[in-house]
């Protein structure tokens, strides 16, 4: 079909675009900071062959920080558009849904009862932490899922329950926040905002796989997203256990949205946003819009880093602010133009 | 024959309704005593308790014959009676403004708590603290108030300019994206300039800062609104019958839609520049109000007022005493209410306004 | 032979039961319509009959088996299901729409094979549509996003097709142009055919069996001559009617006259009752 081959090359042009832009970002964000490497110097480091200084910094700071950045953009791109495919909601993202609260929430009980450990990056914080976030999210998936669960799931009860349950723990979260002291408050507010904190390769390794995992699974799953997308009863009448489905997808979102959560803190938007320009670029094809929205999201992220990081030295602005800050708008745009 | 029949038959219905009619108004004003006696018991309540403990009669005497020389009635002048009376106004104007809410976009899950006012108040509240730091205590609330119509208006706004109008999810959608917007505006601020602590405390809302001079701003202002409610709480119920139905019974709905906004703003304005952001009194009051006495908006706004007032002077009471002598933030209180509360409504099929 | 069956089936939602020990056949190689007053049930049932809804008691047999006891992807290459007002995204073209019809067939990607573009191709030219194929969805007419929709059906390759309300949004033209297709379906491929279906003149030129519900409850099964009755219509609507034959087809059709009076007293008692 001529239309299916064009969307094709499009496709491919589309990503060779996004891939050149994220490289571009890449090479600027090793560039740029508090210590500033010109290119020639990073190429030369990553070859081996730089000072020890530029060494440490890039090597040991700021590559493990980018690569985390892409991995979490893709990470919560990807689990805002298989919240919108399973709950029928363009407007779905799993900060919207309470699922980033539910993490936040459990990172703040082990900042409040490990006082005084976000300093230093241990093993102890580099293990549990995630986990704690994982946790989270999880309880605020299972807590949903459970409310929003009347002889199977409406998904517009599902966004109303997950604002309620949103609203929920962010109310639990300012509560414990006031007990801290200002120290662990201010780790607890920046990584509220959204912050890539972990830097360090142990923690990459951890969570590369996980992530590195799930994505492909959600590309797995595309023709069956592609069919949901048609209604409940289309997709029972096509032969799709419906609920099952639905419910593994969940999963694999919430897994998505909990471990990058658990690397980058608080980072609303992004799965919201990314997913709707992949699918105005490419159509709802999830085939074609997964792997354009995993891309889009890894490379608003890494430049939402480096803008934060970058933009009012020395203040870091959280990365998840300055999405936030930029999303917003267009989302309420989405808003207003949505049925 | 069949004529006489339904003329009688008619008399009949017509002076059941009007039987009706008289029982609801019996039922809406004894709501409104006891409700009004309640306040006055649990004001007393509230000025008595506290990390001073001051007995009921002490109270009294504070009021009738006032002594500066006793301690104790200086900490019932100063602090206790502006709070307890701080405590009825602010309850009650976030509970008018929710009602007002609901019946304006015929949603049950409108609440001021979700529609970027605490937001917007708080945004107007970073940039103030963090810019001005010499303002003074009208200072921060004009500018919260203000702040607070920010919010107010580009929710609306949102809503006024969104293709099919402004369904449930949209307006939840809607407050959240404002709020997360300015919310992160306040964040980007607040951490930048140091303010974000002080922030925290005003989040989570409490009435430990009430003076007379925030009471005479809250009479004021939220006399006004609480006025201007029930000029409107009649066409509010014919609104709430739909959109081209009010217009064919020849409403002005756009002008009942504005005051309506008005209203919101000022009340709301006024409650969290005094008292910061305290959840769901706007969303739980008006559906027990409603519960209660009907759809009838001119019985549910005073009746929210007195309700939304007994709740929050309880709620605080309950914010004193949970951790003594540690204050609890009263936000906290009222989301333990609201949240399930809330979530039941989202589980509900019930379409009732 | 019987293609579709209940036995003593119950339906409801939630504590409502709006079905009661339904024992209903469809035959096969027929087209059957479902008709009855807004509320009745036909659409549940309808639903029921698809397993999209679940039944509260009682069995539905498809083909001699336990609908519940089949797999649903095996139950959806023996029976496709076009339920009311159906969505498709935005930007999903024509072509792309019908080749999910053919997912029961598939496995896991969804790789369209040679078999799965021919039965494409069939279906679009079947329904009319080969000059649309890549046209979006969302732009065309209604009667042709609808026929766009029975080529999914089709594409699924079922001995069994039900459909809800199929014509109710479309005007004369477009539901005319359905019914035909769905005739032409029936006649060519002795395909079986379930609808519901609002209009009763239209129920009555084009089924072999019409069943006429009231409350849930199965009023009158039969052929169109059957059914369409003034004393079954007094009972299904409400109304009162004559039944005339039509002069091309020979089938009766019902003229509607006058609602029939409930007595004033209980019609005035109902209202008080807020």
């Known amino acids: ?339 | 024959m069949n004529g006489i029949g339904n003329a009688k038959q008619q008399e009949g219905d017509s002076s059941a309704l009007h039987k009706k009619r008289v029982r609801a108004s019996i039922k809406g004003t004894f709501v409104l005593i006891i409700g009004m006696i309640l306040i006055l018991i649990s004001m007393g309540l509230s000025i008595a308790y506290g990390a001073a403990d001051i007995k009921m009669a002490t109270v009294w005497e504070a009021v009738s014959h006032f002594n500066p020389e006793i301690t104790s009635h200086q900490i019932i002048q100063e602090i206790r009676m502006p709070r307890a009376i701080g405590a009825v106004l602010v309850g009650a104007f976030l509970a008018v403004s929710g009602a007002v809410m609901q019946g304006l976009t015929r949603n049950p899950l409108a609440s001021p708590s979700i529609m970027g006012v605490t937001d917007g108040a708080a945004f107007a509240l970073v940039i103030t603290l963090a810019f001005f730091p010499a303002a003074t205590m009208l200072g921060l609330t004009i500018s919260s108030f203000a702040g607070a119509g920010l919010g107010v208006i580009l929710v609306f706004t949102i809503g006024a300019f969104s293709k099919g109008g402004l369904t449930p999810v949209k307006l939840a959608l809607a407050g959240v994206a404002v709020g997360s917007m300015l919310s992160a505006f306040s964040s980007a601020i607040a951490l930048h300039t140091q303010v974000a602590k002080d922030m925290s405390f005003w989040y989570a809302g409490g009435l430990t800062t009430v003076s007379w001079g925030s009471i005479k701003i809250l009479l004021i202002t939220g006399g006004l609104g609480l006025v201007l409610a029930l000029y409107i709480s009649r066409s509010i119920t014919i609104l709430s019958l739909g959109e081209e139905v009010s217009k064919g019974l020849g409403q002005n709905t756009l002008l009942v839609k504005s005051l309506g906004v008005i209203v919101v703003l000022v009340l709301t304005g006024a409650a969290v520049s005094v008292a910061g952001a305290i959840g769901f009194i706007g969303l739980v009051i008006p559906h027990i109000t409603r519960f209660m006495i009907g759809s009838d908006y001119r019985w549910i706004i005073p009746i929210s007022a007195v309700l939304g007032g007994l709740l929050l002077v309880l709620a605080d009471i309950a914010a004193r005493m949970v951790n003594a002598p540690f204050e609890t933030p009263v936000g906290a209180i009222t989301a333990i209410i609201g949240v399930p509360f809330f979530l039941y409504l989202a589980r509900g099929e019930r379409r009732g306004l | ?274």
């Not at chain 1, 996004?18 to 571009?24: M, W």
């Not at chain 1, 430049?303 to 998840?320: E, F, M, R, S, W």
């Open chain 1, 1 to 339: 079909m001529n239309q299916s081959n064009a969307k094709k090359k499009k496709f491919i042009v589309l990503i060779i675009l996004l891939f050149i832009l994220t490289i571009i970002t890449f090479v600027l964000s090793l560039n740029l900071g508090v210590v500033r490497i010109a290119p020639i110097d990073v190429f030369k480091t990553l070859l081996g062959k730089g000072t020890a200084r530029d060494q440490l910094v890039l090597v040991d700071f700021r590559l493990p920080r980018m690569i985390l950045a892409l991995l979490i953009g893709a990470g919560l791109a990807v689990s805002g558009a298989i919240l919108q495919g399973v709950t029928k909601n363009e407007l779905a993202d799993p900060g919207i849904l309470g699922i980033n609260s539910g993490a936040g929430f459990m990172v703040i009980l082990f900042i409040y009862f490990f006082q005084g450990s976000m300093n230093s990056i241990n093993t102890l914080v580099i293990f549990l932490m995630p986990l704690f976030a994982l946790a989270g999210a999880v309880l605020a998936a299972f807590l949903i899922y459970v409310l929003a669960w009347k002889k199977g799931i409406d998904p517009v009860r599902l966004i109303l329950v997950g604002i309620g349950v949103n609203s929920g723990f962010g109310a639990a979260i300012i509560i414990f926040q006031l007990k801290m002291n200002p120290q662990d408050f201010m780790q607890a507010a920046v990584w509220l905002s959204g912050d890539i904190w972990g830097t360090n390769w142990k923690f990459v390794a951890i969570l590369a796989p996980l992530i590195l995992l799930l994505l492909p699974f959600a590309l797995y799953k595309a023709h069956i997203l592609n069919i949901m997308n048609l209604g409940d009863q289309v997709a029972t009448g096509l032969g799709i256990q419906v609920e099952k489905e639905r419910r593994l997808l969940l999963l694999a979102a919430v897994a998505l949205a909990g471990f990058s959560v658990a690397a980058g803190g608080g980072i609303a938007f992004l799965g919201l946003v990314a997913p709707h320009i992949a699918k105005r670029l490419i159509g709802p094809k999830h085939q074609l819009f997964l792997p354009i929205t995993a891309v889009l999201g890894a490379f608003v992220l890494l430049l939402a880093d480096t803008i934060g990081k970058n933009l009012l030295t020395p203040t870091q602005i959280p990365v998840g602010i300055v999405v936030a800050i930029f999303s917003a708008p267009y989302f309420i745009f989405l808003l207003m133009k949505a049925k």
């Open chain 3, 1 to 274: 032979m019987v293609s579709l069956s209940t036995e003593n089936l119950q339906i409801g939602y939630g504590d409502k039961t709006i079905v009661e020990n339904l024992n209903l056949h469809i035959n096969k190689g027929e087209i059957t319509t479902i008709i009855g007053a807004n509320g009745c049930g036909k659409s549940t049932i309808l639903k029921t009959l698809a397993r999209v809804h679940a039944a509260t008691s009682g069995i539905v047999y498809l083909d001699g088996k336990m609908i519940h006891k089949v797999p649903t992807k095996e139950i959806a290459r023996k029976m496709a299901v076009l339920p009311q007002s159906p969505e498709a995204p935005n930007g999903l073209t024509v072509y792309e729409l019908i080749s999910f019809g053919r997912s029961p067939h598939q496995s896991g990607f969804g790789r369209l094979t040679d078999k799965d573009r021919q039965v494409i191709e069939w279906a679009l030219e079947v329904t009319g549509l080969s000059l649309f194929a890549d046209h979006p969805v969302d732009a065309l007419s209604g009667g042709q996003r609808q026929r766009a929709w029975i080529a999914m059906a089709i594409a699924q390759e079922t001995d069994l097709l039900l459909l809800d309300e199929p014509t109710t949004y479309l005007d004369m033209a477009h539901q005319l142009e359905i019914l035909q297709l769905l005739e032409k379906l029936n006649k060519e491929q002795n395909r079986t055919i379930v609808m519901v279906i609002h209009d009763l003149n239209h129920a009555s030129r084009f089924s072999h069996q019409m069943v006429a519900l009231c409350k849930g409850n199965i009023v009158k099964e039969g052929s169109a001559e059957e059914v369409m009755t003034p004393d079954v219509l007094k009972t299904v609507f409400q109304i009162d009617a004559e039944i005339v034959k039509d002069p091309r087809t020979k089938k009766p059709v019902c003229l509607c006259y006058d609602l029939i009076q409930k007595e004033p007293e209980l019609e005035h008692r109902k209202v008080m009752n807020f």
